[in-house]
Nanobody
Framework: QVQLVESGGGLVQAGGSLRLSCAASGRTFSRYFMGWFRQAPGKERRFVGH????????YYADSVKGRFTISRDNAKNTVYLQMNNLKPEDTAVYYCGADLAGSYSSYDYDYWGQGTQVTVSS
């Protein structure tokens, strides 16, 4: 079992930055790929990026590549999403999830946090 809690969301102007955190409980955290997804009102939950269990592999959606960075600290059971040069279209609820296989699909993830709202004003 892995329990996830996101934090760090908020309101920011376009061009600004935010760092989201996802704190995990459970001894098996380091076995999982950790993914970030986002969901805007009326839309599906979409893949933002993920990081391998060791932190050595990351992959990002084209829409955030070069602006967002995912990192993890297994000693602290925490994964981070650093978001720079934010745009109004980045506005969404952001979720972290845990998956053993490193999928890009939200349907494959085993555990989810409750989400944190990110709002980017123009």
């Amino acid at each position: 079992q892995v329990q996830l809690v996101e934090s760090g969301g908020g309101l920011v102007q376009a061009g600004g930055s935010l760092r989201l955190s996802c704190a995990a409980s459970g001894r098996t955290f380091s076995r999982y790929f950790m993914g970030w997804f986002r969901q805007a009102p009326g839309k599906e939950r979409r893949f933002v990026g993920h990081i391998s269990w060791s932190g050595g592999v990351t992959y990002y959606a084209d829409s955030v590549k070069g602006r967002f960075t995912i990192s993890r600290d297994n000693a602290k059971n925490t994964v981070y999403l650093q978001m720079n040069n934010l745009k109004p279209e980045d506005t969404a609820v952001y979720y972290c999830g845990a998956d053993l296989a490193g999928s890009y699909s939200s349907y494959d993830y085993d555990y989810w946090g409750q989400g944190t709202q990110v709002t980017v004003s123009s």
